[in-house]
């Protein structure tokens, strides 16, 4: 628990001396409560072990990491676009000549020569796969106490975005606060003392070098620790570092080994420093600060593209790059309060358009280590699931810039991030953006969709070069290209073919939510039209006459009784492709267009092959009899269907309702009831999301104990693992879930409470967003009482449903026509344009 840095040079790392030094630790730090509660946010009375303890701000763009030690800190700083090049990317096999052969070996059953056959066209050595996602460098900051260090406290705001690190010694308090802004797209440090010219400190800018200490039972494996090949990876492929200090700041420069056109071919990052009636000296790369009433430092990333040119050494792009950061940071003046009130302005908006309140009262004001211990499955405390629920929109919003999150958002500690921190779009993806639109941040899908439609070209040769289709292939996994290189002898990730229609569902969803005809038409039919053109060259009829989806891959699982991941009839694939077409159907009438096509696209429909059921009951994983469920796996991608809302197939036929209920029991009670290590937390999203669309509130909140009490640091960062694994996943897939407790929508349709657990007997959520151009301002709920407030953004009939019979109803503001309906707990409502309506509904 207690850091301290190994030396200087371009050493940043930490010598973690481990639990044995607790009372050391205890000895040297005095925990207290200087530090006001946010009225929003937490507080935490221990700093961070590793960087995936530290606090975490970002404005999308530019992340940092605090350690949070007082006199020894370390700062991470992280930038959305710092994916270190590993080589010009490799194209996919160009295997569409002899995909029947591929298909041949699937029909006789020969799954696993099959796969392996298509891993021998790529010419691979291996899994491949994209260019990792690293941290940028540290910035270390050391600083002398007089006395021991007492009141130590730290917390996050998550209305403005600031962290902050807070202790005393005999002279009085000191602080750091740091923020990410989204207005001047740079981080801010203000460092201050009890009294003028107490502040003095040393800091510089390094690399990442972790050099931490492993805890008893942390993975190696035969090239060492975490931190040995994290350090191996930054030498191997990161040259020329360069660090300087001089009294204006600090800089950072490094190249890459294997920049390829089209790379990040070098970095930049400067810290501009403003000691406040203090002085400034530079020793070889620290600077030195001595009796400042304050320090402010401004912190920029710049990644460089242009090639450096070694025969024209005076055009090297980083030295003008670093002429005209020094300029911009000049020029934002000295006012911390001023830059964070705009930083704040533009965050809070955002933020603050949701709230939740269950009940959690008092607890609030507890540290997120004592609400992380009192927390019980029997007894889940209320304040950390509203805590949680506030963190995983802080953290999905910090992380959200040009680019959606990657699998640790936009922050990193390691040169060897799990699964390269890539977008893992066959699960991870889907789940951090999950809440984007009904949490009541649209603006945020549209880095996604942008994103998305940034690597069509590389979907495209995917599609010609694996399946010789038109259309597209959204990989399993990407970060600065498309390519389809997910093949393996073991892993049939290319085989996936339902990833562009998953897609596809988030560029229409959009459309629902905001009514934008204009993103319709440019954005989402387009991409959606390339979806299904695919699917029309890529499927085939089998002796049933229904359609054969072959070769698939039904994410990361392998049946029951086979010994490859390579099969046919994924049921995801099947239900991600009708769902495509019936919302390319419906997005092609609303602008009038595909007359001709849509005829296609509805006798596609007829032949999809139906939802099946095993002997158990269970809705099955692979739409054949050749094949059987392995309901112990993590993912739950035979639930798709019920990932967002229970279309029209799935409403009308209570044994498939049966079936998926009884899917969810089995992983919860099996799968989940036995997994002491807890992996892959993104599985209990799923589920939850599942349960909640079928109104079982009991599952659902099963699923939500287990993401509250199992998955959150007393950072409230999120983890991919029982505690562990800094993966930004729930982060945006439990809000989700407990948004869907408490409503959903389809268009024309609002439901109020399906799943709400009985351990809520009240409470209030705010600002949900509902499908139609609706906004939930207010839903308060009591025992035999609801209270609703709606605003719509065009005059539209919809149906309220309460979840039990209306006994009486009263409009108590706005002008609404209601009137009730042949169900006994559905009303029909005539929503005014831009009114807000206010509805009482007595159960």
Request: charged share 20%; with cysteine; aromatic share 10%.
């Amino acid at each position: 628990m207690f850091l301290e840095h190994t030396n200087w040079g371009f050493r940043f790392g930490f010598v973690i001396l481990g639990f044995v030094m607790l009372g050391l630790f205890a000895d040297s730090f005095a925990f207290g409560g200087g530090l006001a509660v946010p009225k929003r946010g937490f507080i935490s009375s221990q700093p961070g072990e590793t960087w995936e303890e530290g606090l975490i701000s970002g404005n999308g763009t530019i992340g940092a990491n605090i350690r949070s030690v007082p006199l020894d800190e370390t700062i991470v700083f992280t930038h959305e676009r710092m994916f270190l090049p590993q080589g010009p990317p490799a194209m996919p096999p160009d295997q569409a000549n002899r995909l029947f052969e591929i298909r041949n070996l699937i029909d006789r059953g020969l799954y696993k020569q099959a796969t392996q056959l298509a891993f021998d066209f790529s010419g691979q050595k291996g899994f491949m796969y994209p260019d990792p996602f690293v941290p940028c460098f540290d910035m270390g900051i050391k600083m002398q106490a007089k006395g021991k260090v007492t009141d130590y406290m730290r917390s996050v705001n998550f209305e403005t975005g600031e962290a902050t690190v807070h202790w005393a010694d005999d002279r009085g308090v000191f602080e750091r606060r740091l923020f990410v802004s989204r207005s001047a797209g740079v981080a801010v440090l203000l460092i201050t003392g009890p009294k003028a010219g107490s502040v003095s400190c040393e800091m510089k800018l390094g690399p990442r070098q972790p050099k931490e200490k492993l805890k008893e039972g942390a993975y190696r494996n035969k090239r060492g620790t975490v931190s040995e090949r994290s350090w191996a990876r930054f030498k191997e492929f990161v040259k020329d570092v360069v660090t300087t200090a001089d009294e204006s700041g600090l800089t950072f420069s490094s190249r890459f080994t294997k920049a390829y056109p089209g790379s990040i071919q070098s970095l930049n990052g400067m810290a501009h420093v403003i000691a406040g009636n203090g002085t400034k000296k530079a020793d070889g790369d620290t600077l030195k600060i001595s009796g400042a009433d304050s320090v402010l430092v401004i912190v920029d990333i710049e990644p460089i593209y242009k090639a450096f040119d070694a025969r024209r050494p005076k055009n090297d792009p980083s030295l003008a790059g670093f002429k005209k950061t020094k300029k911009k940071l000049a020029d934002l003046g000295a006012d911390y309060k001023k830059l964070l009130g705009e930083h704040a302005a533009i965050h809070g908006k955002i933020f603050n358009r949701m709230r939740l309140d269950i009940g959690g009262g008092k607890d609030h004001n507890l540290t997120s280590e004592k609400l992380l211990s009192i927390t019980t499955n029997e007894n889940v405390c209320k304040a950390l699931v509203e805590k949680t629920f506030d963190a995983g929109r802080y953290n999905i919003l910090s992380c959200t810039g040009e680019l959606p999150p990657n699998l640790q958002g936009v922050w990193g500690g390691t040169y060897v991030p799990g699964w390269a921190s890539d977008f893992t779009q066959n699960g991870n993806v889907p789940s951090a953006i999950a809440s984007m639109m009904r949490g009541n941040m649209p603006e945020l899908m549209l880095a996604y969709t942008s994103y998305i439609e940034s690597i069509v070209p590389w979907m495209e040769i995917n599609a010609k070069n694996m399946f010789g289709c038109r259309g597209i292939v959204l990989p399993s996994r990407t970060s600065t290209n498309g390519f389809n290189n997910a093949l393996a002898p073991n892993f049939a990730g290319g085989f996936w073919v339902g990833g562009a229609a998953w897609s596809a569902h988030f560029f229409y969803d959009y459309y629902e939510y905001t009514g934008d005809k204009q993103f319709l038409a440019r954005h989402a039919l387009p991409f959606m039209e390339k979806a299904a053109v695919f699917f029309e060259d890529y499927l085939y009829e089998g002796s049933d006459g229904k359609y054969v989806f072959s070769p698939t891959q039904s994410p990361e699982n392998t049946p029951g009784n086979s010994n490859s991941q390579g099969t046919f009839n994924s049921t995801m694939d099947v239900a991600a492709a009708k769902e495509l077409l019936n919302n390319l159907i419906i997005g092609s009438k609303v602008l009038g267009k595909n007359e001709k096509k849509i005829a296609v696209w509805e006798g596609m429909l007829k032949k999809m092959p139906e939802y099946m059921i095993n002997e158990d009951g269970i809705i099955k994983e692979w739409l054949t009899p050749k094949l059987e469920n392995n309901d112990h796996h993590r993912h739950c991608s035979q639930l798709y269907p019920l990932f967002d809302y229970m279309g029209k197939e799935i409403a009308e036929n209570p044994k498939l309702q049966s079936a998926f209920r009884k899917s969810i029991e089995y992983k919860l009670d099996v799968h989940w009831g036995k997994n002491a290590r807890g992996f892959m937390s993104f599985g209990l999203v799923q589920l939850g999301q599942a349960a909640t669309s079928l109104g079982e509130s009991d599952m659902a909140y099963k699923c939500l104990t287990h993401l509250v009490n199992r998955f959150w640091l007393h950072n409230l960062a999120s983890m991919h693992n029982h505690k562990t694994l800094f993966n930004m996943d729930i982060s945006g897939g439990m809000p989700d879930v407990i948004i869907k407790m408490l409503s959903n929508s389809q268009q024309g349709k609002v439901q109020l409470l399906p799943a709400v657990p009985k351990a809520w007997p009240t409470g209030t959520v705010e600002g949900v967003l509902c499908r139609g151009q609706i906004e939930i301002k207010s839903l308060k709920w009591a025992p035999g009482k609801i209270t609703v407030t709606l605003l719509s953004a065009k005059e539209q009939k919809i149906d309220l449903k309460a979840p039990a019979d209306i006994r009486k109803y009263d409009v108590t503001r706005g002008k609404a026509s209601v009137r009730k309906t042949s169900r006994k707990n559905v009303l029909n409502v005539t929503l005014p344009k831009q009114q807000a309506v206010t509805i009482e509904i007595v159960k």
